[in-house]
């Protein structure tokens, strides 16, 4: 199946995302021919990533649902530094959706293939080690500590104002409590990750399949 874009052809979406990028960086440089040349590549990371998620309509992209476009906005932009090595265009892109949707999610960063936001007012991400089934709602914080950065496995959940910082292993299928901040520290997986007593971190067993509510397994 193809990838349908609403109210869009893939001209007036090259179209549409270089009036954008001129509106916020109005140098008079040229960005539409790479944008155009690596759209396609672009979207089909897209779809994969659309039809993945059990919420969204399969086989459909709106550039006007803002959670879509976020994450077109990073496929496009890592997928031209990666083929081409280019950087201006990748860095207004990564600009462009810092300034849409809140985001600071670098062009380099390497995200899974499939992964989901909840919201992206203020998420921020290091470069980290991901893994698909990623989920990410707002003010979630993914960091360095002295250089070192996390190892987040399988279909981990950070629910909003979480953090993991430093040297962690994130075990698969952890979910990361509202609040809860994870600093130099693993975690065992197939677990919620919450403040026990005195703040200190504590986990339980998880007792439903979250990941299998978002995504289509």
């Not at 496009?76 to 809140?102: D, H, Q, Y």
């Not at 399988?154 to 600093?183: E, L, S, W, Y």
Request: hydrophobic share 45%.
């Amino acid at each position: 199946m193809t990838l349908h874009l609403i109210n869009h052809t893939t001209d007036s979406l090259a179209d549409y995302v270089c009036a954008q990028l001129g509106h916020f960086f109005p140098d008079g440089r040229a960005t539409r021919p790479l944008v155009a040349q690596y759209l396609p590549a672009a979207l089909a990371r897209q779809h994969k990533l659309i039809n993945a998620v059990r919420w969204w309509t399969p086989d459909a992209f709106n550039a006007l649902h803002s959670t879509q476009y976020c994450i077109f906005l990073y496929f496009l932009a890592n997928t031209i530094w990666r083929e081409s090595g280019e950087t201006e265009v990748p860095t207004k892109l990564f600009g462009l959706n810092k300034a849409l949707n809140g985001i600071d999610l670098f062009y380099e960063i390497a995200m899974p293939d499939i992964f989901f936001i909840g919201h992206s007012v203020g998420i921020v991400l290091a470069k980290a080690s991901y893994s698909d089934y990623l989920v990410l709602y707002q003010n979630s914080t993914v960091g360095k500590n002295h250089g070192t950065a996390p190892v987040i496995e399988t279909g981990v959940v950070m629910f909003p104002n979480t953090a993991i910082i430093g040297r962690c292993h994130v075990g698969a299928h952890t979910i990361v409590a509202q609040g809860v901040g994870i600093v130099n520290q693993d975690t065992p997986g197939d677990c919620y990750a919450f403040a026990g007593e005195h703040g200190k971190l504590a986990f339980k067993p998880r007792s439903h399949d979250i990941i299998a509510d978002i995504f289509r397994l």
